[in-house]
């Protein structure tokens, strides 16, 4: 199915712009729309973001991928967020979908970190037909351990340089301080929408026991399935088109 790509342009409540693209089926049936929480300190230009909203929009689900703020093209500086400012912009950018197409958005898909902001946000989202994870972990404070002993030169400096799957970023001491308290305990207990977890059995950067634990504390329906022989970052094509095809197969029914 051909598709096509729309810049989408995504204004926050603190005035930052974020930059989203839209792909969509050009020819095909709409069957829903999604929306795509990349992974942390990624963008909406990763490979696997980029081929996973490819891969779902020749299913029929129009795509939203966009990049957090201080990230890809978007506005901010990185090193300026914090757990508020990453809900604010995924906030946003459903709101901007909604928005831009006049419909709710149907499926909330997100990666890594992103899968954690996912469930945040998503279980205030009551209009969302489904949340789906990527290797997600179970508290967002998981994402720490990728700063290593520079940590501390972050509490007493304010900041410092961070290099993440090769890609150097900045990141502040506030973010370390929101993300160290908060778990996903309050946002499983009061999610009602349907749960799609998937997850690598060998993922070395986020154990397959967040997946379990995201499970156990959920309320169903819910499921999850085993992305045999993946890696955390989805790193090969067929890799993704094949978790495409499992969300759009599980989310059949949500979407009609």
């Known amino acids: 199915m051909a ?17 989203g693209v839209l792909v969509e089926p050009h020819d095909g049936p709409l069957l ?28 029929g ?3 939203l991928r966009f990049d957090f703020a201080g ?28 928005q831009a197409t006049g419909e709710p958005t149907d499926l909330l898909i997100g990666h890594s970190f992103g899968g954690a902001m996912a469930i945040h946000v998503g279980s205030q989202r009551e209009e969302l037909a489904g949340i789906v994870t990527i290797a997600a972990p179970s508290r967002p404070g998981h994402v720490a351990h990728l700063f290593g002993d520079i940590a501390d030169t972050i509490q007493h400096e304010g900041f410092a340089r961070v290099n993440i799957g090769g890609r150097p970023v900045e990141i502040g001491r506030a973010f370390l301080d929101s993300i160290e308290a908060p778990t996903l305990d ?27 634990k995201i499970f156990q504390q959920a309320h169903h329906p819910k499921s999850f399935i085993a992305l045999h022989q993946t890696d955390h970052l989805l790193s090969r094509p067929e890799h993704t088109r094949y978790v495409a095809g499992l969300i759009h197969a599980w989310a059949a029914n949500l979407l009609d």
Do not use: W
Not at 32 to 59: N, W, Y
Not at 71 to 98: M, V
């Open 3 to 19: 598709i096509r790509n729309t810049s989408l342009p995504i204004d926050t409540p603190r005035g930052i712009r974020l930059n």
């Open 32 to 59: 829903g729309q999604a929306c795509i929480a990349h992974c942390f300190a990624c963008s909406k230009d990763f490979p696997a973001t980029v081929r996973l909203a490819r891969a779902l929009g020749e299913e």
């Open 61 to 63: 689900i129009a795509t």
């Open 71 to 98: 990230l890809g093209d978007s506005e901010g500086r990185f090193r300026d967020s914090t757990l508020d400012t990453y809900c604010e912009d995924l906030n946003a950018a459903l709101d901007a979908l909604k």
């Open 186 to 212: 309050s946002a499983l207990e009061r999610m009602s929408q349907p749960l799609l977890l998937l997850h690598a059995p060998g993922d070395t950067v986020v154990s397959v026991d967040h997946a379990r």
